[in-house]
């Protein structure tokens, strides 16, 4: 079997069915897609067990709920496919994807990692998201020249731009490389795809982009974890930062420089989330104040390198001016508008 596709279901009865239909509807059929419900309250549970009735490709695994990390861990575990890629239930993808892939496998020795180009999609429009490297096969010692150095953090960009975006919905990998690096911390439950796929492509031997766009990326559903507020961002994203260090910082500096970088970046984007869901600016200070201090993350925040308005944002945070660091993200999104 060539493929596995792996998608937690939690709370998506709404979209699961298209997500589901454009998988099996794929023109290629050497694959299995494999569905975790995560302990789904909802209707997802029996739209699942439908679809393993219907077609024999599919597999079903119940759980408890225990988040994206503990259901990909489940689903890698038990696939057949000697490439493993991922799909959120939100989503959905063009029938002609693995269609191309086998075309990349046989033509560029099945190369141990494969990238693809994929759209955000809003209630009226789509954006294609681009990725800023060449199109075509690299090698290992291309890959480290090449691609790894700007892979997190790619300085030539505004910041913070990855040469290569952090999800792993439109990437596909050997099934041994995801076995080795998948995100193994339940505890993660937002930026989890980064303590993935960077980890997955630095230990790549060989790596494809294919510029092409097959994965679309619902941007309409309301009761994404991306979209909703979350009051514990600080203390999630210092954890994945964290975990990023010890699984591939650790490994090479210049991979521990773009996490730096991710590092100050995070924490401005913490600042951007209190203002964008209407807080008041004075209880927002003093709950950033709270979870930074929970933290090491500002602490360990490295502006070397980095553009002016990332080091104005730390320093105003380091100390311990939240209501003007506030103030400021919502002056510059009024303006933005």
């Known amino acids: 079997m060539l493929f596995s596709f792996i998608v ?22 050497d694959f299995e897609l494999i569905l975790i419900n ?10 699942c067990d439908h679809y393993a009735v219907l077609d024999p490709r599919v597999k079903v695994i119940h759980k408890t709920n225990g988040g994206v990390v503990s259901a990909r861990k489940a689903g890698v575990a038990i696939a057949q496919g000697d490439y493993i890629l991922h799909a959120d239930a939100d989503d959905w ?9 086998v075309h990349v496998i046989d033509n560029y020795n099945a190369p141990d990692t494969i990238l693809y180009d994929s759209y955000k999609v809003y209630s009226d429009r789509q954006e294609l998201m681009y990725q800023s490297l060449e199109p075509g096969y690299y090698d290992k010692e291309a890959l480290l020249q090449k691609i790894v150095p700007s892979m997190i953090y790619d300085r030539k960009q505004s910041f913070l731009t990855a040469m290569i975006a952090g999800q792993l919905w439109n990437k596909a990998f050997k ?14 439950y937002k930026l989890e795809d980064f303590a ?4 997955c492509i630095y230990f790549s031997d060989s790596f494809y982009y294919l510029n092409k766009p097959f994965y ?11 979209t909703t507020y979350d009051a514990t961002y600080f203390r999630n994203y210092s954890a994945v930062i964290d975990y990023i260090s010890e699984h591939l910082g650790k490994h090479s500096p210049v991979i521990q420089q773009q996490i730096d970088a991710c590092n100050v970046s995070g924490i401005c984007i913490g600042v951007f989330h209190e203002v964008r869901h209407g807080h008041n600016l ?4 003093k709950h950033i ?6 933290t090491n993350c500002l602490k360990n925040a490295n502006c070397d390198g980095l553009p002016l308005h990332a080091k104005v944002y730390i320093f105003l945070l380091k100390h311990n001016m939240f209501f003007l660091s506030l103030l400021m993200a919502k002056i510059l999104l009024i303006v933005r508008k």
């Open 8 to 29: 937690p279901v939690y709370k998506v009865e709404k979209y699961l069915n298209r997500c589901v239909d454009s998988i099996l509807g794929q023109t290629y059929s």
């Open 38 to 47: 995560d302990g789904s309250p909802d209707d997802s549970p029996r739209i």
């Open 93 to 101: 993808i063009a029938a002609n994807t693995l269609e191309e892939l």
């Open 175 to 188: 099934r041994q490389i995801m076995q080795e690096h998948l995100c193994t911390d339940e505890s993660l």
């Open 196 to 199: 993935c796929v960077y980890e």
């Open 216 to 226: 679309f990326y619902n941007k309409t559903n309301e009761l994404s974890a991306m």
């Open 282 to 285: 004075i209880k927002a200070g």
């Open 289 to 294: 104040k709270r979870e930074l201090g929970a």
